[in-house]
């Protein structure tokens, strides 16, 4: 039998998106009480929720801590209910372990460190129902998070995979796209200053097509940062009129 | 623009898994009506007058298919008069799962600005998607769609200010899906109602493809064959082990016969074979199905026997069918499993080429066609200009193959010509062997350099100027598309010089763009006898690429340094501009070499090369490549009307061998070269050894002759073959590597990141690629790419490197390498009877080359000719026969025992009763066996004198 089209030739995608169309982004801020701060974040049918603590003194070892800035932990687990197939997944399996470091390596670059010495900062994220871009939900969601926890930042950090179908690039990729097109780039950048967090790539590209690659990807994470700006712009207004009465 | 997310999507695949997935809805799919104000499209494809005569809709109007009529109906649809169509994404999707081929086919037309076709994206539409009610299939859910849509069209355009009478009109065969849009006032007609009801073009009634209600009527009720099993039960079938998967191959020479190649693990496969009518159960050839093993008890040995389905044109003569197979033989180690088809998987069907046999009743609408492929059955059309189509080529596809009807029903498709004509038969050989052969389209030809063209000063900046070196060419008189051309001389150390010059079409051929894409489809250029369908359009092939004398050209070169004892010191690889001096046939560059008093530099450099090609050719023998034969045919052609007119087997001179060494020695390099560079994806050439089995008779036929062929590896094959020779009999030897050849498998391309096994047998080479021929072959054009990556002369692109699509690449070009052969073959064979029909009878000397059950199939060195001597003839009581398979051996009337490489002398006609299986008939002249063998015919037989 045939695989999947990706793209018709009327330019349209699996699920009626045009190539450079995001999926419906949802999101919430502010939804523990508990936590300094917390998120969720659906990006069509990938569902994240992200949970920071912090910045707190170092806990267990203290040889850990920095003494010029903060350190950032970041744990990424998966939901037992997420994909098609329930799975049991247990903690650090290689997969979820990648992908924390991926993380922590993203939010040291946007989060401002250097303020809080000698301190920690706990991110929690967890994938809820995973339909592709896992990676992009759960920054998004963190930044979210982080917003909500008051910790400062050099900018929003947004994230958004690309892929490749008929030589056209396809932004935000769902899981079908991303499992049967072949390529698919990860991508995290502050928006505001164009710089780039983390660029991740598993399979192999012709350099030729790298440039409409990240450009298709970046303009997907433009768009995301409007999103997130609105997100928060409306939780602030919550937030004031709650605190006004 | 995200109107809302609904989402519905369940699907299961392998387990009960389920799969969720978003759907989005849209405002912004527009209609695509010339008409139409509301929507804000630029170019709308639907025209405003969408006029076709019709006596059922005497109004402008679109048509809207549902997927059965694509599906079965595609022939009409792609007729010119088919236009301002509308294809719904629903229809679409569903054609693209059942049907590949009609998928293409229904895509081209949409891309054809002239057909207005256009493809409206309903599922996506807000409000044209229909959710899937509880309890409704799959099916009627998307009936359900193209009539929601076809609704949402109607009204859609009449809010337009200037649609007039503008209607939409549904095309369906589904009686109750038809009766349903007639509820929700719509205009629905059956297909067949409304192409018969259009008004000044009744040949497109001819073309309607037989649908399921009428075949019904067709036959009478008598069921011939079981039922297929629905495909759930195939699959569960299979999955349990009591059906098999695989392909189905009709036996060409017996009717009644088949086998199934089923894939196994790995290499490997087993053969099913399948006799009698009732096992073959409807398969057709290359049909993908599903077989039932009998127990071993009912295995069978295949029957030796040539049966030709040659019934006149009664439907009742099938009776005894089964009877006439030959009783199993009885060895069981030529037993074989046999089984039945008990459903189809998937159709291979095409449109078939062939003729009409007109039915005996005058007035009758129905006829059958016998195709010309002899793995085909013959097919029932129903058309009323039989008359007219009988003595044409026609192109005809099948419909089905209902349970009652003895062949299966199809439907007339398109007039080729004439049969027998030089112009109509050669497009049918090109139809049947797949070769594309359209002109080249103007796109294509607009990638083409700029005339005149001439090389510019950047092109000598990046290659290395050889124009001063003496360089020149070899090849068969006649040849424009010169892809070669060598040089050799002295260096002041003593050693030579060897270069290759491989002419650069990589240079003018982007990758990428129309030209290439079209050449990477042709894969091959095409050789008939007179007419070559050129791979790359002719001022390529014969000007600007072919290497002619004393122009200065682009090539590639590979230039080595060598010692006397022909030893590579040093490859070194270039783009170059070079001057050849000279462009030789073999036959002149043999007189060059031998004629002692000439001494001049093209002289000497001939001399060279051909001293060094005798060394590497003794090297590589002695490493166990083969040298192997097959008998090639030429013609010398009348050079007005293109006739045969004298034909002689082809002939080799040392010159032939001297530039194929180099050849090969410059392919094998830059294999090396590429394979070192890019293990991944280098494009290469294989030949994979035969199974041991392939040589049986092979060994069985030197056996019979006290002589041993061993065949454990190609060194101890070259060596015993040498080793075969005959006293007395000196074309013994070709015999026997006539055979050879037989038995050796297809040398194909691959790319190196999808295989392990890199061997090519024949060359007995570790690694081998094709470089020396990119003019007319596709291959060879990737790996010069591929090179100049390599050694930095040009840039890579993405489909290079993808070692996925190369190897889609390779198996396309694979195949029409095989098809091309086939066509070469056919075309050979046809200008054999053109030449034999102007010759008359002629008796000739011939060997046996193989012994069959009840004929003897003959070589005729001399023309290269083979040809079948039967020893039964129909509705005559034959002579007695016994066959020894052992041997092989046949004995005729206990008089005489044919053996194989037998001298016998016949008699060769044309037998041009059947005009689409013309036939080269021998007859058995010598040795006399009364009965069967016959006289000589007079010395002086009038040449019939045959004008056409
Ligand atoms: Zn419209």
């Known amino acids: 039998m045939a695989g999947l089209e990706l793209l018709s030739d009327q330019g349209y995608r699996l699920d009626g998106r045009k190539a450079s169309e995001l999926r419906k982004v949802q999101a919430r801020m502010g939804v523990f009480g508990q936590a300094d701060g917390s998120a969720y974040m659906e990006q069509g049918n990938t569902k994240a929720l992200a949970v920071v603590y912090g910045p707190h003194e170092v806990r267990g070892s203290r040889s850990k801590s920095l003494h010029d800035r903060a350190v950032i932990n970041c744990q990424y687990s998966m939901a037992t209910f997420s994909t098609a197939e329930r799975k049991r997944r247990p903690h650090g399996d290689r997969k979820s372990s990648e992908m924390s470091l991926h993380l922590k390596q993203t939010f040291e670059a946007a989060v401002l460190t250097q303020l809080y010495p000698r301190s920690q900062i706990d991110i929690y994220v967890k994938i809820l129902q995973s339909d592709g871009g896992n990676y992009s939900a759960c920054v998004n969601a963190a930044t979210l998070a982080l917003v909500d926890a008051g910790i400062p930042m050099r900018d929003y950090v947004c994230a958004c995979t690309a892929g490749f179908a008929e030589g056209t690039a396809l932004a935000d990729l769902c899981h079908a796209e991303e499992t049967g097109g072949g390529t698919a780039l990860s991508l995290a950048l502050l928006p505001r200053s164009q710089s780039i967090a983390l660029v991740q790539m598993d399979a192999r590209l012709h350099q030729d097509h790298l440039d409409t690659l990240m450009e298709a990807a970046m303009e997907a994470c433009k768009g995301l940062s409007k999103v997130l700006d609105s997100v928060v712009r409306q939780h602030l207004q919550e937030v004031s009129v709650l605190s006004r009465d | ?948």
């Open chain 2, 1 to 948: 623009m995200l109107k809302s997310k609904t989402f519905v999507k369940k699907t299961r695949s392998g387990g009960v898994l389920k799969i969720v997935r978003e759907h989005y809805l849209r405002d912004d799919i527009w209609c695509g009506s010339e008409v139409c104000t509301e929507c804000k499209d630029d170019s709308p494809v639907l025209q405003r007058d969408a006029f076709i005569q019709s006596r059922l809709c005497t109004y402008p109007h679109y048509l809207i298919p549902d997927t059965n009529v694509v599906l079965h109906q595609i022939d009409i649809l792609e007729d010119p008069v088919m236009r301002n169509v509308v294809i719904l994404q629903t229809v679409l999707q569903e054609v693209r799962h059942r049907s590949a081929p009609v998928y293409k086919r229904i895509k081209d037309a949409i891309h054809e600005k002239e057909k207005h076709f256009y493809t409206f994206t309903n599922e996506h539409h807000r409000e044209t998607f229909v959710e899937r009610e509880q309890g409704e299939s799959a099916n009627d859910r998307n009936d359900r769609a193209i009539r929601v849509a076809a609704l949402w069209y109607n009204q859609h355009l009449r809010k337009a200010p200037c649609a007039g009478e503008l209607r939409v009109v549904l095309l369906t065969n589904d009686q109750a899906n038809k009766e349903k849009a007639t509820e929700d006032g719509l205009l629905a007609y059956r297909c067949e109602e409304y192409i018969k009801s259009l008004i000044g073009n009744p040949e497109l009634v001819d073309r309607l493809a037989l649908t399921s209600n009428e075949q019904n009527e067709i036959t009478g009720g008598r069921v011939l064959f079981p039922e297929h099993l629905p495909l759930s039960r195939i699959q569960t079938g299979i999955k349990n082990g009591t059906f098999l998967q695989g392909t189905f191959r009709a036996n060409r020479d017996n009717y009644l016969e088949a086998t199934v190649f089923v894939h196994g693990e790995g290499e490997d496969g087993t053969e099913v074979l399948l006799q009698g009518l009732q096992n073959l159960n409807r398969a057709v050839h290359q049909d993908i199905v599903a077989v039932e093993l009998f127990p071993r008890e009912r295995w069978a040995a295949p029957s030796a026997a040539v049966l030709e389905d040659d019934h006149a044109n009664d439907e009742d003569a099938e009776e005894e069918e089964a009877e006439k197979l030959e009783s199993p033989a009885l060895e069981t180690s030529m037993l074989k499993p046999t089984g039945r088809v008990v459903g189809i998987i998937k159709r291979n069907w095409r449109p078939f080429c062939g003729m009409l046999t007109q039915s005996q009743i005058k007035e009758a609408t129905r006829h059958l066609f016998t195709p010309a492929d002899r793995h085909i059955p013959r097919i029932r059309i129903e058309t009323r200009q039989a008359s007219a189509l009988v003595g044409h080529r026609i192109i005809v596809a099948i419909d089905g193959w209902p349970r009652n009807s003895r062949y299966p029903n199809g439907h007339f498709v398109r007039n080729l010509g004439g049969a027998g004509d030089k112009e109509t038969e050669t497009e049918v050989l090109l139809l049947e062997h797949d070769v594309p052969h359209q002109p080249f389209s103007k796109a294509v030809l607009s990638f083409l350099p700029r005339m005149p063209w001439a090389i510019t000063e950047e092109d000598l900046k990046v290659r290395a100027d050889l124009r001063h070196l003496c360089v020149c060419s070899v090849d068969p008189p006649g040849c424009t598309d010169i892809d070669d051309a060598l040089h050799c001389r002295e260096l002041d150390n003593g050693n030579l010089e060897v270069g290759v010059h491989i002419a650069d079409v990589s240079h003018f051929i982007r990758p990428g763009n129309a030209l290439d894409q079209e050449a990477a489809n042709r894969g091959t250029t095409v050789y008939l006898c007179g007419k070559r369908i050129d791979m790359v359009p002719e001022l390529l092939s014969s000007d600007l690429c072919s290497l002619r004398s004393n122009v200065d050209r682009l090539a590639f070169s590979c230039v080595w340094e060598m010692n006397r004892n022909a030893e590579i010191i040093r490859t070194h690889f270039t783009k170059s501009v070079i001057n050849s001096k000279a462009s030789l046939t073999y036959a002149e560059a043999q007189m060059r070499i031998d004629d002692a008093t000439m001494n001049d530099d093209i002289t000497n450099s001939l001399r060279g090369l051909n001293a060094l090609a005798k060394i590497l050719k003794g090297r590589r023998i002695e490493k166990g490549a083969l040298t192997l034969s097959s008998p090639e045919v030429r013609f010398h052609m009348d050079s007005e009307t293109h006739d045969p007119i004298d034909l002689q087997t082809k002939e080799l001179k040392d010159t032939n061998s001297m530039v194929e060494e180099f050849m090969l020695l410059a392919n094998i390099s830059v294999a090396q070269k590429i394979y070192e560079e890019f293990s991944e994806c280098a494009l290469l050439r294989k030949h994979p050894a035969p199974p041991l089995s392939n040589y049986d008779i092979l060994v069985k036929a030197a056996k019979s002759r006290d002589l041993e062929i061993h065949t454990d590896s190609a060194k101890a094959l070259a060596d015993s073959l040498n080793a075969a020779v005959l006293g007395g009999f000196p074309y013994f030897n070709t015999l026997l590597r006539i055979l050879a050849t037989r038995c050796m498998m297809q040398a194909i391309y691959f790319c190196s990141g999808m295989d392990s096994d890199f061997r090519h047998y024949g060359l007995a080479s570790p690694i081998y690629t094709h470089f020396t021929s990119p003019i007319r072959r596709y291959s060879d054009i990737i790996v010069h790419r591929l090179l100049a990556v390599a050694i930095n002369a040009d840039g890579t692109y993405p489909d290079l490197m993808d070692k996925h699509k190369q190897s889609t690449l390779c198996n396309n070009l694979n195949y029409r390498h095989k098809m091309a052969q086939y066509a070469q073959r056919a075309s050979v064979a046809f200008h054999t009877q053109l030449f034999f029909k102007n010759k008359g009878i002629l008796n000739e000397e011939g060997f046996i080359l193989f012994v069959r059950k009840n004929a003897i199939i003959i070589l005729i060195a001399k023309f290269g000719l083979e040809g079948t001597v039967f020893f039964k003839n129909k509705g005559k009581p034959g002579p007695k026969l016994s066959f020894d398979s052992e041997g092989p051996s046949l004995t005729v009337e206990d008089q005489h025992t044919f053996h194989m490489f037998d001298k016998v002398k016949v008699t060769v006609t044309l037998d041009a009763s059947n005009i689409q299986h013309q036939k080269i008939r021998m007859a058995l002249v010598e040795p006399v066996i009364a009965g069967v063998s016959v006289a000589w015919p007079e010395p002086a037989a009038k040449k019939p004198k045959l004008d056409r």
